[in-house]
């Protein structure tokens, strides 16, 4: 019999990568995914099976994780041996804006999903991983940050992580479940959500190089994270939950770089040196050289400059995460890097660009979404 997995945010960026990593070893594979006015499963378009067909080993559920009723129908039915929590409101600035809804989401969203395994009878058959995240440690308390540093979390969001964090460790301790906490750090890739600003540097660098945005605006360029490719974090999250006892474990690289020095290496991918000048608010990013001929940037313009309604009312200002105990536990190792991850991204999204400049040069129109 195949392993059976359910993820929870199946239609995210993590939830695509997981889902086809756990086909690949067999499982099947149930996802859970919100009703939308629009479809909302590009990225698991390519998994996709169609409903009609026997025997098939991707099947989507509808769900909502405000939802109690709704979960444990889920759970009932399905029966997981593996429940992967990654569903959430993840933004860190919109959860200023919606911090009610996120608490009920990412922080009562993972006590529901605890609560019907525990109703359900299944405390032995279920392991649960958590999607906990580095916004735990927030203001810095120790530097770099691993298991055993002192959360201090700085937006809604993360203090509706923080319950979920110690909602799973006491799920774990009262009940014996298998229930685990992956401390994961900032992770990308080209499937990451278009206002992180990961992607929104790597579209917008690709645009600005095919001449269809002038500008990228953004906010603290001062921030430090420790990024990561997603392809390398699904890994760890299975490798958590096949352990002999549950742990909680940081994952990270180790390495940590400012928004603005990634935003550089977007440039130079496209061949373009990008020179910063003066501070805060008034800090501009002028282009110094271009040595690709295929990309017509003129040396002197401005393409980045600062938007303070992107600044957060509390920041996060650096993050570097210790990994030594998932490398050494759970034999975990990254295969990408920070400039192989910036290479993927930008390799993806010159190619996406290039796409809605074939259309725009066939005189079809082109929508540009800003943020
Ligand atoms: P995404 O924002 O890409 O995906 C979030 C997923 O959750 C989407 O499938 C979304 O559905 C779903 N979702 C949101 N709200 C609900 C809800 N109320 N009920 C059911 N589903 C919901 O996030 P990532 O893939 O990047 O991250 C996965 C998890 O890991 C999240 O919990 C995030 O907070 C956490 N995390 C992420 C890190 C990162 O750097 N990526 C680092 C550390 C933790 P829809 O597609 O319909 O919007
Ligand atoms: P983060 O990711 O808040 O770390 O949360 P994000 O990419 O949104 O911000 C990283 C840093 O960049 C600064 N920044 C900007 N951010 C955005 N989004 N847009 C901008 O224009 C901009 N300009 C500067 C931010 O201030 C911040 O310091 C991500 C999410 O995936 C969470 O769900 C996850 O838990 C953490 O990573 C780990």
Redesign the pocket.
């Known amino acids: 019999m195949p392993k059976i997995a359910l993820i929870t945010g199946i239609t995210g ?1 993590d939830g695509a990568y997981l889902a086809e990593f756990l086909l690949k070893k067999g499982y099947e594979v149930h996802g859970i995914k919100r009703r939308s006015s629009l479809f909302n499963t590009d990225r698991i378009d390519h998994l996709y099976q169609d409903p009609h067909v026997e025997n098939r080993n991707l099947i989507l559920h509808y769900g909502d994780l405000t939802d109690s009723m709704n979960l444990t129908r889920i759970i009932q039915e399905v029966q997981p041996d593996e429940i992967y929590n990654l569903a ?1 409101m ?4 919109v959860s200023f804006d919606t911090p009610e809804y996120t608490a009920n989401a990412d922080g009562l969203g993972t006590l529901r999903i605890l609560e019907a395994i525990r109703l359900l009878g299944l405390t032995e058959k279920t392991r649960v991983y958590q ?5 735990l440690y927030g203001l810095v308390q120790e530097v770099p940050q691993k298991e055993t540093t002192p959360f201090y979390p700085r ?1 809604p ?2 203090v509706a ?1 923080m319950y979920a964090y110690w909602i799973t460790v006491n799920y774990r301790e009262a009940y014996n479940m298998y229930a685990c906490n992956g401390i ?5 890739s080209p499937l ?2 278009e ?6 540097i790597t579209r917008a660098v690709s645009k600005i190089a095919l001449g269809m945005q002038d500008c990228l ?5 001062d ?3 420790d990024w990561g490719h997603a392809k390398d974090y699904i890994k760890a999250m299975w490798l958590i939950l096949q352990q002999e006892h549950p742990e909680d474990y940081v994952i990270a690289t180790g390495v940590t770089t400012t ?1 603005r020095d990634f935003v550089k290496m977007a440039f130079a991918e496209v061949g373009v040196e990008l020179e910063f000048k003066g501070e805060a608010e008034a800090e501009v990013g002028i282009i110094k050289a271009c040595s690709n001929p295929e990309y017509q940037v003129a040396i002197g313009t401005e393409v980045v400059k600062v ?1 303070p309604a ?3 009312p509390t ?3 650096l ?1 570097i995460g210790d990994p030594t105990k998932s490398k050494e536990k759970l034999g975990w190792e990254p295969e990408y890097d920070l400039a192989g991850l910036v290479k993927d991204m930008m390799e993806s999204d010159v190619k996406l660009m290039k796409k809605d400049r074939y259309l725009k040069d066939g005189g079809y129109e082109v929508l540009n979404y800003f ?1």
């Open positions: 960026q959430a993840s933004h860190v600035k999607a906990s995240t580095s916004e937006s969001y993360a992580k994961l750090f900032n992770h990308e990451r959500g206002t992180f600003v990961t992607r929104k605006y953004l906010g603290n360029m921030a430090k994270r928004v938007d992107y600044y957060r920041e996060v200002e993050l943020e």
